[in-house]
């Protein structure tokens, strides 16, 4: 199957032609399937972020190409606009961006932009904030009055109301309590099936991919280092450690038991496996 | 795109300019301000050219960045010397229908260019080489004095360093909102006035909120840190003289007395 999205050979430099000139991207070649949930770690400054925004066509790559269902989203102006529409980007802390008088308003902002009618928004509005699960009383207060968490989810339902076919969430629950958090990432799980949606994470929380992700990459001083399912790159721990990235707590815990002896499997990244690796061990033995 | 922006901006690399003493530096600016406004003459606009080239390649600053702070103001330029050139008396040499251009007028024009010019990038070198918190120290210890007559000088040097602190940092805040805005398909460059302005409301009103955050915020850990104004403060950084500067002072001087000596000539 073709990706949905596609760069070739993305390079991107901030600051050209001063002293501050930094290359942010080099040469990446990045795909997403359609209908794939895909996560994105890589420590500050590696490019995740600069990444992204090529994605939808908010920033112009210094060379290589975008492509979106295999065309080159730079190729016309109406295009690239469209193109924003069709792949929703959600910036961190995204709730610095509301601005309406009311929830409402400002969730119908993306839709509104898109050209719909009246009726059309008031579904998709009502819908998007179904998927975030906020209240139709909460959807008249002003964005201002709501809590830090209703505020975030008001700000992604903002670009759900898009119903875009590829969503990318830059860390979307850095800085939420855990409740918040596991809320956060079921209404977006919820997103990705029910409509089929591509779902692109950006975050720096390994639990997190681990237990969504499909595939995963790793980017590192603007380069894609490593590419594969979570038990594909999980299992190369010393490699991340490198790379000053970390592996799911209880990776850790497991890769310890093994280095004391105990006979336990390498690839255990979810605390689901874990449970399983632990009650089917063989045997009663402790040390194999 | 706003990044683009260089007013005001410092480059921080390592060259003599840069280690010169910020108090030196905003006198010479002066200095050299005075200067220009007293030249009349090629000889005079020739000695501040060569000054600002000489300082320009001292700091190692590229004549590019110098050029892109001169962009926003070639409208106001282009008015001043189609004026200067149209109403200064004297022999004309090209009429056209009601207007005549005079030999006078095109020097004239072809000088305040070039004042304009020189004026800009004379303090652009400053801002350049100087780092913001540099600049503010040195205006604090120029301004000392007036703070015999009750002038709040530690209070407005804080306030402009606040200032100038945060203006990078709204910047990339603003750069940050439309970005976002964008990505829900805002559309900031069509449609006619009221419908572009009407456009900025989703940036604006974000970025006001934030800006009021961040106000907070930052005068909470001011609070938090015992700061209760300039009464008894120390500084980690003492500003000290070195015998670059004194070359520079000197320099200075030499300036400003060859375009005295050079205007008393008419040159």
Redesign the interface.
């Known amino acids: 199957m073709a990706p949905i999205i596609k760069t070739e050979q993305l390079t991107h430099i901030y600051s050209k032609g001063t002293p501050f000139e930094h290359l942010a991207l080099d040469a990446v070649d990045f795909s997403a399937e359609r209908g794939e949930f895909l996560g994105i770690i890589g420590q500050t400054g590696s490019g995740k972020s600069t990444l992204i925004q090529h994605l939808n066509g908010l920033l112009k790559p210094d060379s290589g190409r975008v492509l979106f269902e295999g065309q080159d989203i730079w190729q016309s102006k109406v295009f690239n606009n469209s193109v924003r529409f069709k792949v929703g980007l959600v910036f961190q802390y995204p709730e610095y961006q509301l601005f309406e008088e009311t929830v409402f308003k400002d969730i119908s902002f993306g839709p509104k932009n898109m050209g719909l009618k009246p009726a059309e928004i008031e579904e998709r509005v009502y819908e998007a904030a179904d998927f975030v699960g906020l209240g139709e009383d909460i959807l008249k207060k002003s964005p201002f009055d709501l809590s830090g968490g209703e505020r975030r989810r008001a700000a992604i339902a903002g670009v759900i109301a898009m119903r875009p076919e590829v969503l990318i969430l830059d860390e979307p629950t850095a800085g939420l309590d855990p409740f918040g958090r596991m809320n956060l990432m079921k209404n977006i799980r919820n997103y990705h099936e029910k409509n089929g949606a591509t779902v692109i994470l950006v975050t720096h929380n390994m639990e997190e991919i681990a237990r969504e992700a499909d595939r995963m990459i790793v980017l590192s001083d603007g380069r894609i280092s490593l590419s594969g399912t979570p038990e594909e790159i999980f299992a190369r721990a010393e490699q991340l450690e490198s790379m000053r990235l970390e592996v799911p707590d209880i990776t850790k815990v497991f890769l310890e038991l093994r280095r004391l002896g105990v006979n336990v499997p390498r690839s255990v990244y979810t605390i689901e496996q874990a449970k399983k690796a632990i009650l089917n061990r063989e045997g009663g033995s402790l040390f194999a | 795109m706003l990044?683009d922006i260089t007013l005001g901006q410092y480059?921080?690399?390592d060259t003599p300019i840069h280690r010169l003493d910020p108090r030196v530096k905003l006198v010479l600016t002066v200095v050299f301000i005075v200067a220009l406004f007293l030249a009349k003459w090629i000889y005079s606009y020739a000695l501040m050219l060569a000054y600002v080239v000489v300082v320009t390649g001292l700091a190692r600053i590229?004549p590019?960045?110098l050029f892109k702070g001169l962009k926003p103001l070639i409208i106001i330029i282009f008015v001043t010397a189609v004026l200067n050139m149209l109403y200064t008396g004297g022999e004309p040499v090209l009429v056209i229908w009601k207007l005549r251009i005079t030999e006078q007028g095109l020097y004239a024009a072809a000088f305040m260019v070039l004042r304009i010019m020189l004026l800009v990038c004379g303090t652009f070198l400053l801002t350049y080489t100087t780092s913001p918190i540099m600049l503010t120290d040195g205006m604090e210890a120029l301004m000392k004095p007036l703070g015999l007559i009750k002038v709040p000088v530690h209070e407005l040097a804080m306030m402009m360093s606040i200032a100038l602190r945060f203006i990078p940092t709204l910047i990339e805040e603003t750069d940050?909102?439309v970005?976002?805005?964008?990505?829900?398909?805002?559309?900031f460059s069509s449609g006619n006035i009221v419908r572009r302005a009407k456009a900025l409301?989703?940036?604006l009103?974000?970025l006001f909120?934030?800006a009021f955050r961040r106000a907070d915020e930052l005068a909470m850990a001011m609070e938090c840190r015992c700061y209760h104004g300039g009464k008894g403060r120390t500084r980690l950084h003492m500003l000290s003289m070195h015998s670059r500067d004194a070359a520079a002072i000197f320099a200075g001087a030499a300036i400003l007395a060859g375009t005295v000596v050079l205007r008393s000539y008419g040159l």
């Open positions: 990044k480059f921080p690399v590229r590019k960045a940050k909102i970005s976002a805005q964008k990505a829900r398909g805002a559309d409301i989703p940036i009103v974000p909120v934030s």
